[in-house]
């Protein structure tokens, strides 16, 4: 699976961005898929995971660092392919390159449990 990761840019603090992560593979609904940033110097970390289609009887299950909580959104469009990171009053801290990626299993956080990665996207909010 060949990952694009998409959306990125400059904005102002309280603005909003919404990134894109597009799936070269029809079958991508059968993806769990999470989004990781990684700032200057910093390691890579979590920021959220959106389950499979279907594997929930309530939707689809999400998850978030607690750092975006209430501020970030993942949704998807299987039909399309792709999944979204909907970032809004965005903070300095939020600065980093963002990733997405297939989850494999295991701990949601941990970066080693996913398998394919996009190329990342370049985030930065200026204060």
């Known amino acids: 699976v060949q990952l694009q990761a998409s959306g990125g840019g400059l904005v102002q603090a309280g603005g909003s961005l919404s990134l894109s992560c597009a799936a070269s593979d029809r079958s991508f609904g059968n993806y769990a898929v999470g989004w990781f940033r990684q700032a200057p110097g910093k390691e890579r970390e979590f920021v959220g995971y959106i389950g499979r289609s279907g594997e929930s009887r309530s939707g689809v299950n999400t998850s978030y660092r607690d750092s975006v909580k209430g501020r970030f959104t993942i949704s998807r469009d299987d039909a399309k392919n792709t999944v979204y990171l909907q970032m809004d009053r965005l903070k300095p801290e939020d600065s980093a390159v963002y990733y997405c990626?297939?989850?494999?299993?295991?701990?949601?956080?941990?970066?080693?449990?996913?398998?394919?990665w996009g190329q990342g996207t370049q985030v930065t909010v200026s204060s």
């Open positions: 990626a297939t989850f494999r299993g295991g701990i949601l956080s941990y970066s080693h449990n996913y398998r394919y």
